[in-house]
């Protein structure tokens, strides 16, 4: 059983920063595929990010590629997103969410932890 918080949202202007964090209890943490997954009102949460809990291989989604970066930090349960050159079209409630399969998949479906999001708001 694994339960994630996340937190760092926020409202920023159009080309700014946030980093969000994602936090996990247990501890087999580093065992967990981790993944962001904004949803935006009125859309389906989208995959935009994961990194697996093998080797720490990274994947992006085409927009955000070049703009967010995520990371882990095992010892303190931790998952980060950095995210810059911030677009309004970003904005969205951002989910974390964990999966114990080292392949990280770009579906929903294919995670069985969620946390209760933190929204994130971009303005133009």
């Known amino acids: 059983q694994v339960q994630l918080v996340e937190s760092g949202g926020g409202l920023v202007q159009a080309g700014g920063s946030l980093r969000l964090s994602c936090v996990a209890s247990g501890r087999t943490f580093s065992r967990y595929t981790i993944a962001w997954f904004p949803q935006a009102p009125g859309k389906e949460r989208e995959f935009v990010t994961a990194i697996s809990w093998s080797r720490g291989i990274t994947y992006y989604g085409d927009s955000v590629r070049g703009r967010f970066t995520i990371s882990r930090d095992d010892a303190k349960n931790t998952v980060y997103l950095q995210m810059n050159i911030m677009k309004p079209e970003d904005t969205a409630v951002y989910y974390c969410?964990?999966?114990?399969?080292?392949?990280?998949?770009?579906?929903?479906?294919?995670?069985?932890?969620w946390g209760q999001g933190t929204q994130v708001t971009v303005s133009s």
């Open positions: 969410a964990a999966s114990g399969n080292s392949n990280p998949s770009r579906n929903r479906s294919g995670y069985n932890y």
